[in-house]
């Protein structure tokens, strides 16, 4: 528990309260010192199927802030797969290891798909590992859209599935802007990995004003808050 405080950065009694919810949602079993993480993912299918409406208003906005000829890094989830939906007929180069984004947009001759290699997740279809990221250290985005299991008060991005966390850093890394897209829902969230800080964001696209203190802290850190539906946030 000491350990995942200090490599987290945040207290025990977070740790702890992460820990239970993460055992209430089958994530993990608790042991004596710490937790042993459950085997397999909630499949993508089921997480699909939660908050559609939600996940495409949010999508149709961060569609709209690229231009024709641009390259766009979708995230692995479901949000990122909704905006792919909101891509076809465009001329962009799309980069994923998202393999339902790269069902969607395969048949789609205008777009130029770079599909990212590495380890198979069945039950989240999608691909993770160090052949990802390497690929990713290959490659730039004018755009990533990345996804989130949740954002702390205090503006950090977490992750509830560990094996993620390294290629979305990567993804980071690879890309000019860096856009978080994240319904209500999300706002404040928990997660056991830290994917990145609010200085790592460039933007925000939501669907409903955002807590205030997580508000405060995005602002502070000079990422622009979007409102899915309307002009500014």
């Not at 499949?43 to 949010?58: G, S, Y």
């Not at 209500?184 to 696209?205: I, Q, R, S």
Request: proline share 3%; aromatic share 4%.
């Amino acid at each position: 528990m000491t350990d995942l405080s200090e490599q987290l950065g945040v207290s025990p009694a977070t740790i702890r309260r992460d820990l239970l919810k993460l055992e209430e949602d089958g994530l993990l079993t608790r042991v004596h010192g710490g937790a042993v993480a459950e085997e397999g993912d909630q499949p993508f299918a089921e997480v699909a199927e939660v908050r559609v409406a939600e996940k495409d208003a949010i999508a149709a906005r961060a569609a709209a802030l690229v231009a024709d000829g641009q390259s766009v890094l979708l995230d692995i989830g479901t949000t990122a797969y909704r905006l792919a939906r909101q891509l076809h007929g465009r001329r962009l180069t799309v980069i994923t290891s998202n393999l339902v984004v790269y069902e969607e947009l395969a048949d789609d001759e205008g777009i130029e798909l770079v599909l990212l290699g590495g380890m198979l997740r069945r039950e989240y279809r999608s691909l993770v590992g160090f052949l990802t990221e390497d690929n990713l250290r290959q490659l730039h985005a004018d755009w990533l859209f990345l996804g989130t299991s949740g954002v702390r008060p205090g503006g950090q991005v977490m992750d509830t599935t560990v094996v993620e966390v390294p290629v979305k850093r990567a993804m980071i890394k690879a890309s000019d802007k860096v856009v978080l897209l994240a319904d209500a829902a999300k706002f404040p969230g928990t997660g056991m990995a830290k994917v990145c800080g609010p200085e790592d964001l460039d933007m925000v696209v939501t669907n409903a004003p955002v807590d205030p203190a997580t508000r405060a802290a995005l602002e502070e850190a000079g990422v622009e808050m979007v409102l899915a539906g309307k002009a500014q946030a």
